[in-house]
C-alpha cells in the first residue's frame, strides 16, 4: 500500500541554525503535500503545502521543496528559534483525492539555546 | 472563532469497558476525520465524514470502533471491550473546503 517515510525521527540544531526534514512517498498520482506542526498537548497545525505542479513554496523562515520524479519533498526552516521545536509531520495525498492523506511518523525538532 | 474542541482531554479505562470520545468541529465544517496517534508514530486514519454522504470507515482497525455524526456537526468515536493497545491519542479534524485539516486538542485514552 502507499506509505510515507520521514526522516531523521528527532532533529536537535542550534538556535539560529537552519533545519531540514526529508520525506519520501511511494504512490505516484499524489497531487497535494502538507507540513503540520504539533506543539506539546495540540493537535496538529497546517504550516505550509505544495501542490505537484509547483517545485518550490516559500512562507518567510519555512519553505518547501518537491521533486516529483524522485519521490520526495522537503521542509526548510531558517534562523530557527525556540518556538520552532515542535514534532512536524509530512503527509501526501492518496492519488488525487483532495480528502485522504497518508502521514509520515513525525520529526521531533529540538531547538538548542 | 472557536476551534474543533475534543472531550474529555483524558481518559483513563479499564480492559474490556467500553468508551466513547466526543468531537465537537468547527461550525459550518462538513468534513470530519477521526485520526489515532500512538507514540512515536505518525497520525492513522480511522474514519471520515463528508455531509451527508455514507462515511469512509476504511481505517477502523477492527469492528469494536465505530463512529457517527448526529446531524452533521457532532460526532461521537466507541471502542467498545476496550484492550490495551487501544490506548493512544485520538484526534478529530474538520475541514470545510480545500485541503486544510483543522484538528483538536486530542483525547489521550489510557486502557489499564
Known amino acids: 500500500g502507499e506509505n510515507v517515510e520521514q526522516h531523521p525521527s528527532t532533529l536537535s540544531v542550534q538556535e539560529g541554525d537552519s533545519a531540514v526534514i526529508k520525506c519520501t512517498y511511494s504512490?505516484?498520482?499524489?497531487?497535494?503535500f502538507p507540513w503540520y506542526k504539533q506543539e506539546l498537548g495540540k493537535g496538529p497545525q497546517l504550516i505550509i503545502d505544495?501542490?505537484?505542479n509547483v517545485g518550490e513554496k516559500k512562507d518567510q523562515r519555512i519553505a518547501v521543496t518537491l521533486n516529483k520524479t524522485a519521490k520526495h519533498f522537503s521542509l526548510h526552516i531558517t534562523e530557527t528559534q525556540p518556538e520552532d521545536s515542535a514534532v512536524y509531520f509530512c503527509?501526501?495525498?492518496?492519488?488525487?483525492?483532495?480528502?485522504?492523506?497518508?502521514w509520515g511518523a513525525g520529526t521531533k525538532l529540538i531547538i538548542k539555546p | 472563532g472557536a476551534g474543533v474542541s475534543q472531550s474529555p482531554s483524558n481518559k483513563v479505562t479499564e480492559k474490556g469497558k467500553d468508551v466513547e470520545l466526543r468531537c465537537d468541529p468547527i461550525?459550518?465544517?462538513?468534513?470530519l476525520y477521526w485520526y489515532r496517534q500512538s507514540l512515536g508514530q505518525g497520525l492513522e486514519f480511522l474514519i471520515y465524514?463528508?455531509?451527508?454522504?455514507?462515511?469512509?470507515k476504511s481505517g477502523l482497525p477492527s469492528d469494536r470502533f465505530s463512529a457517527e455524526r448526529t446531524g452533521g456537526s457532532v460526532s461521537t468515536l466507541t471502542i467498545q471491550r476496550t484492550q490495551q493497545e487501544d490506548s493512544a491519542v485520538y484526534l478529530c479534524?474538520?475541514?470545510?473546503?480545500?485541503?486544510?485539516?483543522?484538528f483538536g486538542p486530542g483525547t489521550r485514552l489510557t486502557v489499564l
Open positions: 505544495i501542490r505537484s
Open positions: 479534524a474538520s475541514r470545510i473546503s480545500g485541503f486544510e485539516q483543522f
Open positions: 504512490d505516484s498520482a499524489s497531487n497535494y
Open positions: 503527509a501526501a495525498s492518496i492519488g488525487g483525492s483532495n480528502y485522504q492523506l497518508i
Open positions: 465524514f463528508q455531509g451527508n454522504s455514507a462515511p469512509d
Open positions: 461550525s459550518g465544517h462538513t468534513a
